[in-house]
């Protein structure tokens, strides 16, 4: 069974740190697009960050840009979002996902998500 983990969630002060990580298993992650989405309460999900199986390059919402950085261990199966100069409008639920298409199939696998809230 494909399962994506994510830990990493808390409460931390305005302008803290955190660092999220999802850990994927029974997945051929070094294929797979991986994503960081969030979801506030009320609100829709909205993409976060984006990372390419094929060439590593990022993309980020223009409210995390220079405060968030997504990255991949594909020896672990593992990636991460270090979020950096938090702020209380980055209090939400995290989700990742995992994009992947072989032939006529696609993938798409998240995880269970992990609440970050940030208090002034």
């Known amino acids: 069974q494909v399962q994506l983990v994510e830990s990493g969630g808390g409460l931390v002060q305005n302008g803290g740190s955190l660092r999220l990580s999802c850990a994927a298993s029974?997945?051929?992650?070094?294929?797979?697009?991986l994503l960081w989405y969030r979801q506030d309460f009320g609100k829709e999900r909205e993409l976060v960050a984006h990372?390419?199986?094929?060439?590593?390059?990022?993309t980020y919402a223009d409210t995390v840009k220079g405060r968030f950085t997504i990255s991949r261990d594909n020896a672990k199966s593992t990636f991460y979002l270090q979020m950096n100069s938090l702020k209380l409008e980055d209090t939400a639920v995290y989700y990742c996902?995992?994009?992947?298409?072989?032939?006529?199939?696609?993938?798409?696998?998240w995880g269970q998500g992990t609440q970050v809230a940030v208090s002034s």
């Open positions: 996902n995992a994009k992947g298409r072989y032939r006529d199939h696609t993938f798409d696998w």
């Open positions: 029974r997945i051929s992650f070094r294929y797979y697009d």
């Open positions: 990372i390419r199986a094929d060439d590593n390059s990022t």
